[in-house]
């Protein structure tokens, strides 16, 4: 798969540790930055991300910031867009199992390096179960989105 990958100064030493997994699983990385120490808006790394996934540039994409709200919301905005803010190993697991979950958020000062990166592990390698009964709410899901993108 191609990864896409994005972080704001919060989470951006957390990014490397990700990058590390991607690459073991081997997966392909596109990193969109940042590499900074300097305050940045974490709109303007979610934006480039989401898009790609959106597109099919990239097939899933991961966020970092200090808690992953930030870049969760903001990756959110982009139609065709569901991103998980995920900090425990239940959670990975079961929002690909259920949700199809096509976005990974996380936060640097809320998990540690080892518990995130099990997590980008588990969620990166669970597949979508298919269940009827998650596609039908996955379609409601997108039924939501038509709605407002028609409407604006
Ligand atoms: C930056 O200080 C912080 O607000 C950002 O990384 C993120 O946590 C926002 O949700």
């Not at 970092?64 to 139609?79: D, F, Q, R």
């Not at 588990?122 to 979508?128: A, H, N, Q, Y």
Request: contains cysteine.
């Amino acid at each position: 798969m191609k990864v896409a990958i994005g972080a704001d100064h919060g989470g951006v030493r957390l990014k490397n540790d990700i990058i590390a997994v991607i690459q073991e699983l081997g997966h392909e990385v596109i990193d969109v930055g940042c590499n900074c120490s300097d305050s940045v808006d974490y709109p303007d790394y979610a934006l480039p991300v989401a898009e790609m996934v959106a597109k099919g540039e990239a097939d899933r994409g991961i966020l970092l910031c200090g808690t992953g709200i930030g870049m969760s919301i903001a990756a959110n905005k982009v139609p065709g867009i569901r991103c998980a803010l995920v900090h425990d190993l239940f959670s990975a697991q079961a929002t690909r199992d259920h949700n199809d979950t096509n976005m990974l958020a996380m936060g640097e000062r809320v998990v540690g390096p080892g518990l995130a990166q099990e997590i980008a592990r588990v969620w990166l390698s669970t597949e979508f179960s298919q269940g009827e009964r998650h596609m039908g709410r996955l379609r409601k899901v997108s039924e939501i989105e038509q709605k407002y993108i028609s409407t604006t």
